[in-house]
């Protein structure tokens, strides 16, 4: 199935006000691991085991792998989006730049803008000259796309997911731009 690859280099200040405008009762906040704790909160499954794991090895290309989190006070998150720096899946990142993915909404939730939100809060916080922000998403989805479109994203190409060494879950996106 075709992946769409889509980038941001730069915050428009204005989403970032009309994305918390819209969901203003959810607080963000950006999960770093530290000391024992190398996966997010409410977050569930083997891969963020192997991210985690991934990080405490020193296999991601810098040190910013990390998770926004959007709760309203004393509940659990509704919302939860991981941010990956490059390694072997995404050959066509540079060491400074960063994936957004493995995005979550509860159910009760979908369709409030949290989605969009995370994804602006991420690149406020982690920004950086010469970092580029990089969102994958299968072609069919179109919500996907219209939450990264809100976000201030551009389609930069389109490509594929290979298989490396007849492995899929080994495998790695490549782009046509």
């Given at each position: 199935m075709p992946v769409l690859f889509y980038s941001s280099n730069k915050l428009d200040p204005s989403l970032l006000s009309q994305a918390r405008a819209r969901c203003p009762d959810y607080e963000a906040t950006l999960w770093r691991p530290s000391g024992g704790s190398i996966i997010p909160?409410?977050?569930s499954g083997v891969a963020y085991h192997i991210y985690g794991a991934m990080h405490r090895l020193g296999l991601?290309?810098?040190?910013d792998y990390s998770a926004m989190l959007?709760?309203?006070?004393?509940?659990?998150?509704?919302?939860?989006?991981?941010?990956?720096?490059?390694?072997m899946r995404f050959p066509f990142m540079k060491p400074e730049d960063?994936?957004?993915?493995?995005?979550a909404t509860a159910p009760e939730a979908a369709g409030s803008g949290?989605?969009?939100r995370a994804i602006v809060e991420i690149v406020d916080r982690l920004e950086k000259p010469d970092r580029t922000f990089w969102y994958l998403?299968?072609?069919a989805n179109a919500a996907s796309c219209r939450v990264i479109e809100k976000a201030g994203f551009r389609l930069v190409?389109?490509?594929?997911?290979?298989?490396?060494?007849?492995?899929?879950?080994l495998g790695y996106y490549d782009i046509r731009q």
């Open positions: 909160p409410a977050a991601f290309a810098n040190d959007l709760a309203k006070e004393g509940t659990p998150p509704a919302h939860i989006s991981s941010v990956f720096p490059g390694f960063l994936q957004i993915g493995a995005t949290l989605a969009t998403t299968d072609a190409g389109e490509g594929e997911k290979y298989p490396r060494l007849g492995v899929r879950a």
